[in-house]
């Protein structure tokens, strides 16, 4: 028994499930916040202590958790988004945690999920200000930059997402499925 168990505390828990929504209790706005300032303040170093700034007033907190169980367990991304002025909505503050980064679908889905909630609410359009290390990934999304900005010190692009590829909807959450290695079949 314990040959079988060999190994298994060195081994680290890979989330098969997540789920994206919006963020609606306490301790997921809470996580969204604790995020936002892993990933900006201590990581990116953008900001000093806290990246909150006015916009959070008025924003819409989008979270994606890694699930146990089929329960929502880690807050490991967010982003927000907000009616800058009627018919135009930003999205803005999209992080990810560091160990869950290497999906790669976990950005796309919050950015998906963002635009779309966005867009059930009457956006005509979605604009956001992407770090230029990340505009390829935007591009592949179906969004289009619109000049480069200087913000926080850093180059940005202002990005416009397709709406026509980010159908409206009204679902306060999806869920991603992580795909799972397949096993060989023996005959």
Excluded at 78 to 104: M, N, Q, T
Excluded at 112 to 117: L, P, Y
């Amino acid at each position: 028994m314990s040959r079988m168990l060999e190994g298994v505390e060195d081994r680290p828990f890979i989330p098969t499930e997540y789920v994206v929504r919006l963020a609606r209790t306490p301790w997921e706005r809470a996580g969204y916040h604790a995020l936002r300032r892993e990933v900006f303040c201590h990581e990116q170093k953008i900001f000093a202590e806290d990246d909150r700034d006015a916009i959070d007033e008025d924003a819409i907190p989008i979270i994606a958790a890694c699930c146990m169980a089929g329960m929502p367990d880690r807050i490991v991304g967010a982003v927000r988004i907000h009616e800058a002025e009627p018919g135009l909505w930003r999205g803005s503050r999209l992080a990810v945690h560091a160990e869950h980064r290497k999906l790669g679908r976990i950005g796309a889905e919050l950015i998906r999920m963002a635009v779309s909630t966005a867009h059930g609410l009457g956006a005509q359009r979605f604009l956001a200000q992407v770090q230029e290390q990340n505009v390829l990934f935007f591009r592949r999304l179906h969004w289009k930059s619109l000049g480069v900005v200087t913000l926080h010190g850093l180059p940005h692009h202002d990005m416009q997402a397709d709406l026509a590829r980010y159908p409206a909807h009204g679902q306060d959450q999806t869920w991603l499925l992580r795909p799972q290695p397949r096993t060989r079949q023996v005959a």
